[in-house]
Each structure stands twice: as C-alpha cells, then as structure tokens.
C-alpha cells in the first residue's frame, strides 16, 4: 500500500442530531430496548447479556453539565449516538463542584455548600436521557465519585487543604467513606419513573464505578503532608497494621534491619558542592527557568555542614519534568541495593520530585521515583532502591521542580551502594503507637508502608462493593478505579472488583500559566504510529487481570493534534486483537451548552470532531460483530501475592513487567502488541515469571495485526481481517497487499493517512455486498495559527466550520461481485456523488480524491 495524504480542505461537520438511516448507520448492531433479557453478566471473563450474546462496549462519555441535557435534546443525542455505533455511554463528573446542573444543585454548582441531597430538577433530567439511552439500546457505566469535593459544611475540617475533588482522603476518613455510601443510595435506589425501575435494578445499567483516577499508593508521597485530621488517621492505620505484624519496637526493628548492607562510597560527583554547580546540570523546557546558585549553609537548627545549591527566581509552567536539577553518566546495576540521600529545605512548604532513570530515551524509571514535602527547615531525606533495567554509565540522578514555586536548597548529596537500615527517633515506638510514617521505598519498612496501604484500598473497595451489591442490591458489575492507580498494587486491588478499567491519553495538553487554560496550552503534536515504545496501547495491556472482563473507559488523541485520526483506527483494533471488552472515547461532550456546533470546541471533543467520529461505524462493525480474531498467542505475568507490596515498594509503576526478568524473560513493548496480555495474581512469594502458553497457530483467514516502527518516516501500524482492513501512517511508496486491499497513490508531505475498509453486512469483504471505506488524513478548525514547534495554535477552537483533508489514492480490493456502485458520502452519509469504478477479474478498483470532499465512500456490490 502506499497513500498520501492531501493540503486540499474541505468543510465536514456532522450534524449533532443526524439519526437518519444512510450507509454509515451501523444502529442494528445494538438491540433496542434495553429489556431483562439485555442485563450485562459476567460469564468467563467477559461481558454477556441475558441471551448469552457477547456484549462488547463502543462506549463514550458524557460529562458533568452534558448528564442533564434538555427533555427535547435527549431523544436526538440518543438517536446520534444509536446510528454511530455507541452502545454505552459512561456518566461522568455528575458529582462536580463546578457542574451546572451537578447531582447536588440543578444551578449555581456546589462549591462550599452541603452535598447530602439529590436535587430533584437534576435527577429529572438524567432520568429522561436514561430512558432514551434505554430506547436506543445503549447501557450506562454510573461513576459514583468522580470530582465531588468534601465541604466543610457537609462536616470536615480543613477541606482547602486536602484535594478539592475530594481523592486520596475519600479512601480511609470515615465520614466520607459514609457520604459515599450514602449518595450510592440516593442515587441507585432511586425511582426512574420513565424506566419504571430504580437504578439497582435496571439493565441499563451496564456498570457501575466506585471513584475515579483515585488511589492511596499513587498519592503515598504526600499523604504526611495532610492536615492533622487525615495525617492522624493514616497514622494511626499504620500502627495499628506494625501492632498487628510486630507486637513490639524490637522484633520491628529487627525486621526493618534484617536486609541493610553497610553504605559503600558516594558514586556522585561533587556531592558536597565544594567545586559549585560542577557535574550538576539544570534541565529547563519551554519558558521554564531558574537561577542556580551555591551558597555557604547558614547556621540553623538541623542545618548540614558544608555548602547548599540553591534554585531560586523559579519560572514555572506547571509541568514538572520542565524543569529538573540532574547528575548524568552514572554507573548502576541490576538488582543491587542503593541509597540515595540528601539534606533539603525551601523557604515555603512545597514538594520536590526525585528519581532515578535513564539518562536518554526512553528515558525510563530505573528503581526510584519519590517525592518529597520540604519545609522552611532543613531535613534529612533517605531513600533506598533496587536497581533494574539500568545501561552501564547511562543513569541519571534527578531532582523535579517544575510544578510548584518556592526556592529550593539541596546539600550533602549522595547515591551509594547498600543502605536500608532503620534508626527510630526519640518517642517512636510501636507501643506508644508513635511510629512515624514512611516513604515508599525498596527496605522491609517501605514494604509494610505498601502492604498497609495497599490493605487500606481493598478494605474500601471491597467494603463499597459489598454495600453497592449487597446492602443496596445492585445488579451491575463494580469496578474501584483505574488499575493503573497504585502501579502493581492497583492492579490487584482490581483484580477483585468484578471487572477491570483504564484510562489513557496519547499527548495530554499541559498549561504553562494558568491550569485548564483552553487558550495557552502546549501538546506534543506527534502520531503516535511512530512511537517504537508501543504508545499507549502496551501501557494498556499490561494492566489487564486474566479472568476479568477489561475496558478502557477514557481514551483520546486530544486536539489540535495533527495526527488524531489515528485514535480510533488503532484503539478499536488493538482493542479487538487483544480481546477487550469495551472502549469509551473521551468526551461525547463536557456541559449542556452547545450541541450544535460545527467546530471541534476543546481538546477532548468527539462529537464535533470529523477525524475521530467518521471512525467509529467502521470501528463499531469491526469490535461489535467480533471479525477480529484475537491475537493466537498469549503472555501473562504470574506475580505471587506475597510479592505484590514488594514491587510496590521498588515503585515498579508502570514498569512492574520488568520484573518478569527475574525468571529471565524480557518482555518488550512489541511483545505486549503482538501477544494477549495479562496479568494473574497467584498464590506464594516466588519469583514473578512470565507464562507464554496458549499459544495456538493462526487459522486460516485469521486477523494479522503489524506495527513496523524501525523507520518513523515510514512508520505503519496494518490490521487485516476477513472483514475489515485498517491501514494507519506514513506509508510512502512501498506497495503492500493486506490480504486482497490494495491501495496505490503519489505521496505528498506528511504523507499520512488513517484508512479503513469495513464490510457493512458481516460477510468476508470479498463476498460482502455492503462496505464503508473511511479516509482521513486531518481534521481541525480552520484559522489555526500554530507556534513555529507547532505545539500550540491560537483560535484553536473559535472558528467554524471544521475542515478535513482526506486522501489521494487508487484503491483496490478482490470481490466474488458481478458489478457495483461506489458513492462518495456527505456528512449524514448520504450519497453526494458517483464514483467510477472498474470490476475486472475479480477485482473492484477506483480512485478517491479531495474532490469527492468526502471522508465516507460506500461501496455496494451486485453479486
């Protein structure tokens, strides 16, 4: 195949209240209504309904005011949505402070104010859009807590200084966890008089989550930082726990000693600064800067000897890495124990990052990634790690300053071999209950801290889905949160939900100046087709538990990305090659203000967006109708429960797969592309080893999915299927054959393209008599006016209407056909015009062009 993508634009917008039946409603797919024998059951890990069909979720999300649409929008929203495809729809920020209508108050938001009712005009609303959805067949996933902050008139003391979303303390303060339970009732035993049915009971509900983006390991670095209240209560948990294991200060601190190894020689380089800022580099990005500056340590409590650098004259842009203190070309190795330590302190109350990675791309985590609170006050600051995935004289030593101002001073630095051994302050002791609470780290007190946090997050989980399942009845599957919260440790804290969720962006926006700022922002503007480190779709997998249905219930290429209409080609297909049960684009829409527009208005905006939504009826006939035959071979990584709080406290993250090397097996992101990949937790504390077995030979006719990165300029991400071709990147002028789909064009700079070719009746494309070519290279708003890194573009969302460029090509495919027809598509999908095309020995060929100023083509074949 080789494609181009073409600069002629052309104005696309998609009605936002389209229902009418053309070529690409895909509607039958999902059965309506939603009746009993529709209910989502989870049968062998997977999602089925009461007929014992395969329910497989194209879902999108509908956030905070966009919950509570007008009575007169909703039957249209609905409508929409059922001829896309989407058979879900995930209700998110209904609880948010900032939310017109909220749950809590039809208007004005609940900010300060008391959280303890539902407000009836809200509930009427969303009672109306559910029963449509219930008509339209498409399920609901019910978010719980998502961004409800806890007020000090609902109760709680010191509310401005904990997360105004109300996470982190939502997991152990037991008022909340009680204000919790309690908006679970008023919201799913309530009454929907248009159902006639509470929401316990109702199959619309397909699932249910208990919080959101939400976890005590992810967070375990700031929890001293509480006010009094909440600190006294994680403090009191983490003796309680030590009591319970230890019973006295003495067997602890044997235990805690057990594994320390005398400290060897500081491997840094002018670690006490007597030769200034030498060996010590300040990384700065964007417009972000500092002065760094070595000063004689003035004589003060607690103060170390010797010499401080300090960072001062901060110029922040609140995106951490932005701005960093490192030392690179250090020397460590695999699996040896290592301390780092240092004396800090700022002149306000702020918190520094630190770890340990590579000093290149991919720039990875090697063993340590912490942070630390500092004070007007100096501190003495250990952490102990295991070293993996190191490369000899490529490690870095880091210090992150980037989202938070306040003059930094750092001394007496040091990283050595061994460490770990454990000194108790004055009045800590285990039967005063005093023992102070610690950092995650790699030591047998980091471990207990993980182990007792971890426990912290199953008790809540656990004790919220018995009272959703069993106090109040529901009938849904429950989740927590996203696994990917808490590394390893999220991960089996899902395992016992009933199914398992993520979350992933591919180039989030960050904001130099003011958070959320729509209008100064900066994006990475990149495809991720070129990305060797397999994207986001290996960081995905890597989180699925084998056994539990998996989703992925937020996912976006956010705009102004160049290159977003990648997004839906690759997710749906990984997605299906993988086996998954659902994804849930991010969002449908944001508030109840502007359904119809004819401009793409914000970063996450689906509804708007010709280059992501033109996808989803081909995404929909491709994961819906199970075409995609799942990848023949299968990793899962065994990890022993008794290891879990271990690799929490290596702060394995994201790479807690890299310990699969302990029974010598390296797993690298094309293996998670390739394979189906899982995780299973297992009895005993042994190695953690990966299991390859479920291998099986491709059957004839079987899906083949590639991903060739070895050369970005030509980088190509192919699906084929009996019924479904996807072809996403820069192909170039290399032919390629993907199984009876040819495609041949004169590329054109960037020369990228987003194709699929799709059988619209469920038939093997070449028997098919129905299908939907898509053809997208770009989509956005016109009068962008990009910076020269093209990481930013003012008027990205002020002007309509939305201009697409599609692509240049001759396109071929063999079909059993007499004849057909090929018609270039207007916005609902209705046939605009006639393109001419050849059948000839087999075989249908035509060209499509800008000037069809189509991104649809319908094929019919007379056979």
């Known amino acids: ?137 498409i399920y609901v996933d019910m978010n719980l807590h998502v961004s409800r902050g806890f007020t000090q008139a609902d109760g709680f003391p010191d509310t401005d200084k904990i997360d105004d979303m109300g996470k982190v303390v939502g997991y152990f303060e037991p008022g909340m966890i009680e204000r919790q339970k309690l908006y679970a009732k008023q919201l799913l035993t309530h009454y929907n008089p248009y159902t006639r049915s509470r929401y316990v009971d109702e199959p619309t509900v397909a699932l249910i989550e208990i919080t959101n983006e939400d976890s005590l390991l992810a967070s375990a670095d700031s929890l001293p930082a509480l006010p009094e209240h909440y600190r006294s209560i994680i403090a009191s948990g983490w003796n309680r726990h030590l009591k319970s294991r230890y019973g006295s200060t003495a067997k602890l601190l044997a235990a805690w000693n057990a594994e320390a190894r005398p400290l060897g020689e500081s491997m840094l380089r002018n670690p006490r600064l007597e030769n200034g800022t030498a060996d010590w580099t300040l990384e700065q990005h964007e417009q972000t800067g500092a002065q760094m500056t070595v000063e004689a340590i003035s004589q003060e409590a607690s103060a170390p000897p010797g010499r401080a650098l300090r960072l001062t004259n901060l110029r922040l842009d609140g995106t951490d890495w932005h701005l960093q203190l490192h030392q690179a070309g250090l020397d460590l190795k695999d699996g040896q124990l290592y301390t780092v330590s240092f004396a800090a302190r700022s002149d306000v109350s702020r918190s520094v990052g630190i770890g340990v990675m590579l000093d290149h791309d991919p720039w990875r985590n090697v063993g340590m990634d912490a942070r630390v609170g500092l004070e007007p006050r100096w501190q003495r600051c250990s952490y102990s790690f295991i070293a993996r995935d190191t490369i000899p004289n490529h490690i870095r030593l880091s210090f992150v300053f980037g989202n938070q101002m306040g003059d930094v001073l750092l001394a007496d630095l040091s990283l050595r071999t061994g460490g770990g051994a454990v000194e108790l302050t004055a009045g800590e002791s285990l039967e005063a209950g005093t023992i102070a609470v610690p950092p995650i780290s790699a030591s047998p007190r980091g471990r207990d801290y993980a182990e007792c946090l971890m426990r ?6 656990q004790g919220m889905h018995e009272y959703i399942t069993g106090t109040l009845g529901a009938r849904a599957p429950v989740a927590c949160t996203q696994a990917s919260y808490g590394g390893i440790g999220g991960v089996w804290r899902e395992s016992h939900m009933d199914w398992v969720d993520m979350h992933a962006y591919w180039q989030h926006p960050w904001f130099p100046n003011r958070p959320w700022d729509s209008n100064d922002y900066r994006i990475g503007n990149t495809p991720m087709v070129r990305d060797a480190g397999g994207g986001t779709l290996a960081g995905l997998a890597m989180h699925r538990v084998a056994g539990k249905p998996f989703t992925v219930s937020e996912y976006d290429h956010p705009a102004p990305n160049e290159y977003a209409a990648e997004m839906v080609p690759m997710i749906f297909a990984y997605a299906a090659w993988q086996d998954w049960d659902g994804v849930f684009l991010f969002a449908y829409q944001g508030d109840d203000e502007g359904w119809d527009r004819d401009r793409i208005d914000g970063f996450f905006d689906q509804s708007a967006h010709p280059g992501k939504l033109a996808f989803v009826p081909s995404a929909a006939e491709m994961f819906l109708r199970g075409c995609v035959t799942p990848a023949p071979e299968q990793q899962t990584l065994l990890v022993p429960e008794q290891r879990v709080a271990d690799l929490v406290s290596q702060r394995t993250d994201y790479t807690f797969w890299s310990a699969a090397a302990e029974s010598g097996r390296q797993v690298s992101p094309q293996d998670m592309i390739q394979r189906r990949t899982a995780v299973r937790f297992v009895q005993g504390s042994g190695p953690v080893r990966v299991d390859g077995g479920g291998a099986r030979a491709a059957a004839s006719g079987a899906s083949r999915l590639q991903w060739e990165t070895t050369k970005p300029e030509t980088a190509l991400f192919t699906l084929t299927s009996p019924c479904a071709r996807v072809v996403v990147g820069f192909p170039g002028e290399r032919p390629a054959d993907l199984n009876g789909w040819q495609e041949a064009a004169k590329p054109s700079p960037p020369n990228f393209v987003s194709l699929t070719l799709c059988s619209m009746d469920g038939q093997p494309m070449a028997e098919s008599k129905s299908l939907l070519l898509t053809a997208v290279d770009k989509v956005e708003n016109p009068g962008l006016e990009w910076n020269a890194e093209r990481t930013f573009a003012r008027n990205s969302w002020s002007t309509g209407p939305t201009m697409a460029q599609t692509v240049r090509a001759n396109v071929g495919f063999s079909t059993t056909g007499k004849s057909a027809d090929v018609y270039a598509l207007g916005p609902r999908g209705e046939r605009a015009a006639t393109v001419p095309s050849t059948l000839s020995d087999g075989g249908l060929t035509f060209a499509i062009a800008p000037e069809h100023r189509a991104l649809w083509y319908e094929i019919v074949v007379h056979h």
């Open 1 to 137: 195949m080789a494609a181009s993508g073409s600069p002629e634009r052309f104005p696309f917008v998609l009605p936002w209240d389209d229902a009418s039946k053309t070529a690409v409603d895909v509607s039958a797919l999902n059965p309506a209504p939603l009746d009993e024998s529709r209910r989502v059951v989870i049968k062998e890990g997977h999602f089925l309904d009461g007929t014992g069909r395969r329910v497989r979720f194209v879902g999108t999300n509908l956030a905070a005011g966009a919950c509570f649409p007008r009575k007169e929008d909703a039957p249209r929203i609905a409508a929409r949505m059922h001829k896309f495809g989407f058979n879900c729809v995930r209700l998110h920020h209904m609880d948010a402070t900032w939310a017109e209508p909220n749950m809590f108050y039809f208007s004005g938001g609940s900010y300060g104010k008391k959280t303890d009712r539902l407000d009836p005009q809200s509930l009427d609303r969303l009672d109306y859009l559910i029963y449509q959805f219930k008509l339209h067949g």
């Open 456 to 461: 912290v997050e199953r008790d809540f989980a």
